[in-house]
């Protein structure tokens, strides 16, 4: 996991509270993306950065908006949490070359009460 | 929609025994196929990539295998150790993703207990 670093590792927040989940890599690569993993569910897209400056909304998008204002960083807000957001959320670039490898950040888990 | 079926959900098995996961998927056209081992509370590694032109790919003990005729793949472990305890996910990429957003497709896992 190393090259993708995620901040904060655990957070609680009471419903309705704000915060910012933050996600840097050190590798220069262009495309970033959120995801969130449940039990049973496995991972599912919140959103994707194919550049600086781009996003596209993935599969679960409602709730979160993001930011990918410089090619290291690309965070993901959640304006009014919901106890529906209580997740583990993992950051994750994937490579050029070789093969299109996909590298995880370590994760940040989230619980809204 | 694309999907992907890992089977079994999980398995236990004994230290030193082999075993293999299963991966079916029905993305098509496809571009690749991964495999990625997931410790408890930590984020998925990559294990092996696999293009759609490729049978078989190795890490180590860990050996896998594609049959893009049937959309199937497979993940063989070799002389499993304690370590080797994780969830795997099988991940497919499409050919042509459309809207940005690479259209990755993951699997839920298959959750592997070693027991000594």
């Known amino acids: 996991n190393a090259g993708v670093t995620q901040t904060p590792k655990f957070q609680v927040l009471k419903t309705g509270q704000s915060m910012t989940l933050q996600c840097a890599q050190d590798?220069?690569?262009?495309?970033m993306y959120w995801y969130r993993q449940d039990p049973g569910m496995g991972l599912r897209l919140i959103y994707y950065?194919?550049?600086?400056?781009?996003?596209d909304k993935g599969e679960v998008p409602n709730g979160y908006n993001v930011s990918r204002l410089n090619k290291r960083e690309f965070s993901l807000r959640l304006e009014s949490a919901a106890p529906s957001q209580t997740s583990v959320y993992f950051c994750?670039?994937?490579?050029?070359?070789?093969?299109?490898?996909?590298?995880f950040g370590e994760g940040s888990w989230l619980t809204v009460v | 929609k694309n999907q992907v079926e890992q089977s079994p959900q999980s398995l236990i098995i004994l230290e030193g025994k082999n075993c293999t996961l299963q991966?079916?998927?029905?993305?098509?056209?496809?571009?690749?196929l991964r495999w990625y081992k997931q410790d408890t509370g930590r984020g998925p590694v990559s294990l092996t990539i696999?293009?759609?032109?490729?049978n078989t790919k190795s890490n180590g003990r860990y050996t896998a295998t594609l049959d893009a005729d049937t959309k199937q793949s497979s993940l063989h472990i070799t002389a499993s150790q304690l370590s080797d305890s994780a969830s795997y996910i099988c991940?497919?990429?499409?050919?042509?993703?459309?809207?940005?957003?690479?259209?990755?497709?993951f699997g839920k896992g298959t959750h592997l207990i070693i027991q000594p």
């Open positions: 950065s194919a550049s600086e400056g781009t996003t």
């Open positions: 590798m220069n690569h262009n495309s």
């Open positions: 696999m293009t759609f032109s490729e």
């Open positions: 991940v497919v990429s499409p050919m042509y993703s459309g809207g940005g957003a690479d259209g990755l497709t």
């Open positions: 991966c079916n998927y029905t993305v098509s056209p496809f571009s690749n």
């Open positions: 994750a670039l994937r490579a050029s070359l070789p093969g299109n490898t996909i590298y």
